[in-house]
């Protein structure tokens, strides 16, 4: 059984830090490239960042460059999302995701606010 189990969303101020966790079981997760996406109610998803399988590739979005670093442990099985500087339009859900939309989390709340 596939499971993506996100972890690390919170409450946290403007100019914060946050660190995302996405546990995988249940497939070969070291072939796969991961991503971050984002909802906010009422939007699409956004795209956040990606990584490949061997973690030496990754891709940010504009709005995240400079702030947000991806980051995978294969032998762990886990992806994480180091967010720093968080703005408050960077509030949203955030799900970890294989790139190839076989798989998704149930996603992390983030809040950002003071």
């Known amino acids: 059984q596939v499971q993506l189990v996100e972890s690390g969303g919170g409450l946290v101020q403007p100019g914060g830090s946050l660190r995302l966790s996405c546990a995988a079981s249940?497939?070969?997760?070291?072939?796969?490239?991961m991503a971050w996406v984002r909802q906010v109610p009422g939007k699409g998803f956004e795209w956040v960042s990606d990584?490949?399988?061997?973690?030496?590739?990754?891709r940010y979005a504009d709005s995240v460059k400079g702030r947000f670093t991806i980051s995978r442990d294969n032998a762990k099985k886990i992806l994480y999302l180091q967010m720093n500087s968080l703005k408050p339009e960077d509030t949203a859900l955030y799900y970890c995701a294989s790139t190839s939309n076989e798989y998704r989390g149930q996603g992390t709340q983030v809040t950002i606010s003071s």
């Open positions: 990584i490949n399988g061997g973690g030496d590739i990754t």
């Open positions: 249940g497939f070969t997760f070291n072939i796969y490239s």
